[in-house]
C-alpha cells in the first residue's frame, strides 16, 4: 500500500466549479509533486515543492493552482477547467528533491478527475 | 534533445518464460536510470534503480541491466506470472538533474 495518500479517488466538475486535490505523506519527505497523467501516456510533472516551497512549475496554466500547507500536506486547486483537463492527477513525494542522486519518487494512488 | 524511449508498446509473453523490457536514451547520459511498475488506474510503483557505473542489479526475479555504451537499460522478469501484467515505466532525471522524465511504458501481458 502505498504511503502517499489522495483524496478524492474521483471527481467530476463542471467547467465553472472550484474543487480542490489533496494529499498526505508522513514519511519525512521534503518534496512533493504533482503530476498529470493521460491515459496510455507517462506521467507528466506539473509542479515540485521543495521544503514546502513551489521550486518547479512546468507552465502549467493558472486554472491550477498549488498549494503545500506544511511539510506533509499539499493541495491542488482547480478552478475553471476544461474537458482537455480529465485526467489521472498524482501526486507523489521523495525524500529530497530529484537533484540528489537516485532519489525514489513515491507515488499515490492518484485522483481521476473529469471535467464536463 | 534529451530522450527516452521504450521500444515496445506491448509485450505478450507465456507465463514461465523471460519478459524483457528495452529503454533507450538519447543526446544525455543519465546518472542512473530507474523502473516503475503501474496497474490500470494506480500509481507507478518503484522497483529498481539502477547507476551508470553498475552493470547490473537484481531484485528477487527482477534484474535490469545499464550499457552506457549502447545507451540503453534491460529490465527482465523471469519466470514470469499473470500477476506480472502491468506497465513498466523507464525513467531517468533530466539534464541537471532537477527532474525525472518517464517513458511512454511498455505494457506486458503474461498469459497462464
Known amino acids: 500500500d502505498t504511503e502517499v495518500t489522495q483524496t478524492p479517488k474521483h471527481l467530476v466538475m463542471g467547467m465553472t466549479n472550484k474543487k480542490s486535490l489533496k494529499c498526505e505523506q508522513h514519511?519525512?519527505?521534503?518534496?512533493m509533486y504533482w503530476y498529470k497523467q493521460k491515459a496510455k501516456k507517462p506521467p507528466e510533472l506539473m509542479f515540485v515543492?521543495?521544503?514546502?516551497?513551489?521550486?518547479i512549475n512546468e507552465s502549467v496554466p493558472s486554472r491550477f493552482s498549488p498549494e503545500c500547507p506544511n511539510s506533509s500536506l499539499l493541495n491542488l486547486h482547480l478552478h475553471a477547467l476544461q474537458p482537455e483537463d480529465s485526467a489521472l492527477y498524482l501526486c507523489?513525494?521523495?525524500?529530497?528533491?530529484?537533484?540528489?542522486?537516485?532519489?525514489?519518487?513515491?507515488f499515490g494512488e492518484g485522483s481521476w478527475l473529469t471535467v464536463v | 534533445s534529451q530522450k527516452i524511449e521504450q521500444n515496445s508498446e506491448a509485450l505478450n509473453i507465456q507465463e514461465g518464460k523471460t519478459a524483457t523490457l528495452t529503454c533507450n536514451y538519447t543526446n544525455y547520459s543519465p546518472a542512473y536510470l530507474q523502473w516503475y511498475r503501474q496497474d490500470p488506474g494506480r500509481g507507478p510503483v518503484f522497483l529498481l534503480l539502477?547507476?551508470?557505473?553498475?552493470k547490473e542489479k537484481r531484485k528477487e526475479r527482477l534484474k535490469v541491466t545499464f550499457d552506457t555504451t549502447l545507451k540503453q537499460s534491460l529490465f527482465h522478469i523471469t519466470a514470469s506470472q499473470p500477476a506480472d501484467s502491468a506497465t513498466y515505466l523507464c525513467a531517468h532525471p533530466n539534464t541537471g538533474g532537477f527532474k525525472t522524465i518517464f517513458g511512454a511504458g511498455t505494457r506486458l501481458f503474461v498469459k497462464a
Open positions: 514519511m519525512g519527505h521534503r518534496a
Open positions: 539502477i547507476r551508470e557505473n553498475e
Open positions: 507523489a513525494s521523495s525524500q529530497d528533491e530529484v537533484r540528489t542522486s537516485g532519489n525514489t519518487i513515491y
Open positions: 515543492y521543495s521544503y514546502e516551497k513551489l521550486s
